[in-house]
DNA sequence: AAATTTTAGTTAAACGTTTAACTACTTTAA
DNA sequence: TTAAAGTAGTTAAACGTTTAACTAAAATTT
C-alpha cells in the first residue's frame, strides 16, 4: 500500500507531527531529524496524501481554468497556449488544473461548472470573453478569481490583459515608418474591450504622426473575428476606391482573410499592400508572404494569471490588481516600405 | 461555513450514516426518511466535501489526460475535441479531468505528470502517439489507463481507435465510384499504426476491383503529418507525369497541403484532380473547394475512453478491450467524377 | 407462538494529514 | 543560583466522509 506519514515516521524514529514539519517547513527542526526524515521520506518514496491534507486544510490543491467552447477550439491554438502557460506555473506552484468549457451563450439557468458548485477549486482563471451572465453566477460563488484577456463588467477582479493601445500604437507606427499614411484599420465588434483598445492605439498613432484619421478606412462593426470577416471587411474597403496601401487588421486571423482576398483579387501583399496582424498566431507555416504582427505572450499571459491568483488565494486579500503583459513587434514579410506606383 | 453531513442529519433528524446512505444509493432507506434527507440536502444546499470521501475511498474521483504538447497545440482542434468529449462525459460520471501535456521527446529520465507521481488520479487517459518510455515508465506506475487513437506498442491497454481501415476504403471507394482509377495515396511515416492502417484500407479498395496498386502513386515516407508535408509530397507526386485524377491523402492537413500545391500549379480541384482527406477537420470554412473527407468522431472518442477507464477503474480488471470507433463518409466539393479530356 | 429472517436504522472506527497545546530540555537573563 | 525564554520535539484532536458491526423492530417461516 501507499506508505503513510506514520511510515515514515516509524523508520525515522520521529513522531507524525515531525515529519509534517519537515514536509512543510511549518516549524523549526534540528538538522539531523531533518536529514533522517528526509531520507526516510525519500527510501520510502512517499508523498502525502492530497485528500488527507485538503480536508484538514480545507483547501483543495486545484485550481479551475474556464473558457467558452468556441474559445477552446479555435483553429489558432491561442487560448490553448494560454492554458498550457497556466499549467505549466501550477506545476511549479503545486496545483492542479481543472479545465472545463462554458458554453458561449451561457444561460441564466445554466449550471456553472461542477468545480465550482462542488466547491472543489481554490479559485478560477477565466480565459477571454464569457457572457455577462456567467461572470454575474461565478461573482455570487465568491470564489478568488483572476481574468485573462478580457475586462469583466461592474466587477474588479484582478486580470492579466495584454498590452493592446501600446500593440496597436507598434503595429501602426510600423506602417507609418515605411511611408504609409492611407492606413485601413479591420477590427471586431465595440463590445469587447480588445477591439476597443486596438482602435484606441490605431487613432493615437495617426494623430501623433498628424495622419488624419478617416473613417471610411475603418471597419470595425462584426460581432465575430474570423478570418471570413476580416476577408468580408477587405471587400468592403477595397471595393471603394480608396489609395489603402497598408491594413492593420486588430488579429492574424483576420488578416489571413484580407490576405486572401487581396490574392484573390490581384493585389500582391505587401508590394501593393502592407498587411499587419495582431496576436501572432504562428498559424500557418505555409502562408506567403509570412505574416506581420504583434506578438502575444501567450504563455506568459497564462503564468502570470496563475501567480496572481494564487496570491489572491495565499493572501485572502481580493487585490483588483491589473497586470499589462507587453507584446513585440514582428516584422515578417507582409509589410514593406511604400512604393507610389 | 460549508454545511456538512453532520448538519444534514441534525437538520433530517437521523445519524450521518443514513444521510450517507441516501447521497450514495449504498443501503435501503425508506421512502420518508430519504425524502426528508433529500429536503435537508436541497435546504441547506449541502455538497459532499470530496477530500473527505477520497480519503475514506481511497479514489480522487480525478482522471489524467495526457497528450503530447504539439499534439495539443495544433492547429486543428482534434485533440481538444476528444478532450472536450472526455471532459463532457467525465461530469456525468462524476470524475474531474486533469488535463497535462507531456513533451513529444519525452526522456527516460523525464518526471512523469505530476498527478501520476503523487497518485492523484484513478486512472489516465493517453490521447495521441507519445513517446514509447514514457508508456513503459507508465505502466510501471501500474495506473488504469486507456490509449485513444493509438496502439501502444507491447502493452495491452485499453483501446478507442478510429476504424482507419473502414474510413481509408470508404473514401478510395468514393474515388473509385466516381471514375477513377489513377489514385494516389498521400500518408505519414509508417511507424504510426494509422498510416498504415489507412493505407491498408487504400490498397484493399483497389484490390477488390481489381485495379493495379502502383507504388508510384504512393508516398509515405515522412515522419510528419502537416500540411507542408502534404504539399511536398503533392509535388514528387505530380512533377512526374504519371496521370493522376485523385488523391487520397491520409488526413485534411496533409489535403490541405496537396490542395494548395495544386491551386499553385495550375491544377483544378475538383475538375482535373479529385481530393479526399481524412479526419474532417472542419478547418477552414474558408477553403475552397470544401474538402471531400472522412469524418471522425472526435468527441465520441473521449467520451467513449471515459466510460471505458471508468469501467476499467470499477471492476478492477485490466479488460483489454478495444473499440473501434466508426466513421462516415462526406462529400464536399473537391471530388467529382472522371471526366478524361 | 416461537424462531428466523429481513429491513431500516445507529454507532463508532477509520482514512492520513495539520496544528494547537503541551513537555522536557537548554540557553540566557537577572 | 534561580527564573525566564527559547528550542525541539510529542500528544491528541480535528477535518468530513464511508462502512463494518451492531440493534431494534417488523415480517416471514416453522
Not at 120 to 141: M, Q, T, W, Y
Not at 294 to 300: D, T, Y
Request: charged share 25%; net charge positive; hydrophobic share 40%.
Amino acid at each position: 500500500m501507499k506508505p503513510t506519514i506514520k511510515d515514515v515516521a516509524k523508520k525515522s524514529g520521529v513522531s507524525i507531527a515531525t515529519v509534517s514539519f519537515v514536509i512543510n517547513n511549518s516549524k523549526p527542526v534540528s538538522v539531523e531529524t531533518r536529514n533522517r526524515v528526509l531520507k526516510a521520506i525519500k527510501s520510502l518514496n512517499f508523498r502525502p496524501s492530497n485528500s488527507a491534507r485538503d480536508l484538514v486544510t480545507g483547501k483543495t490543491g486545484n485550481i479551475g481554468f474556464i473558457l467558452t467552447d468556441d474559445h477552446f477550439l479555435r483553429t489558432e491554438p491561442f487560448y490553448t497556449r494560454i492554458f498550457l502557460g497556466t499549467e505549466f506555473e501550477a506545476r511549479s506552484e503545486g496545483y492542479y488544473i481543472l479545465l472545463t468549457t462554458i458554453k458561449r451563450d451561457f444561460k441564466e439557468t445554466d449550471n456553472l461548472p461542477r468545480f465550482i458548485i462542488d466547491r472543489n477549486v481554490d479559485g478560477v482563471i477565466v480565459a477571454g470573453k464569457v457572457p455577462h451572465c456567467f461572470i454575474e453566477r461565478l461573482s455570487a460563488s465568491n470564489l478568488p478569481a483572476v481574468f485573462i484577456d478580457y475586462i469583466p463588467p461592474k466587477n474588479d477582479y484582478p486580470m492579466v490583459l495584454i498590452d493592446n493601445i501600446q500593440g496597436a500604437l507598434m503595429a501602426t507606427n510600423h506602417l507609418i515608418s515605411l511611408g504609409h499614411t492611407n492606413i485601413a484599420f479591420i477590427g471586431g465588434g465595440t463590445e469587447h474591450p480588445s477591439w476597443v483598445d486596438r482602435l484606441k492605439g490605431y487613432k493615437q498613432a495617426l494623430e501623433s504622426s498628424n495622419i488624419p484619421i478617416k473613417n471610411s478606412l475603418i471597419v470595425a462593426n462584426d460581432k465575430f473575428q474570423g478570418r471570413q470577416n476580416g476577408f468580408n471587411s477587405a471587400k468592403m474597403l477595397f471595393s471603394k476606391k480608396n489609395n489603402i496601401t497598408a491594413v492593420f487588421a486588430a488579429n492574424d486571423a483576420m488578416a489571413i482573410g484580407v490576405l486572401k482576398y487581396l490574392r484573390d483579387n490581384g493585389k500582391r501583399v505587401p508590394q501593393d499592400v502592407s498587411l499587419i496582424g495582431f496576436d501572432d498566431i504562428e498559424a500557418d507555416l505555409m502562408l506567403s508572404p509570412t505574416l506581420s504582427t504583434i506578438r502575444v505572450p501567450k504563455l506568459e499571459l497564462g503564468t502570470e494569471a496563475l501567480k496572481l491568483l494564487v496570491n489572491v488565494i495565499k493572501s485572502k486579500k481580493s487585490l483588483s490588481k491589473k497586470i499589462l503583459v507587453p507584446v513585440e513587434l514582428i516584422i515578417r514579410e507582409s509589410t514593406s516600405i511604400y512604393s507610389p506606383k
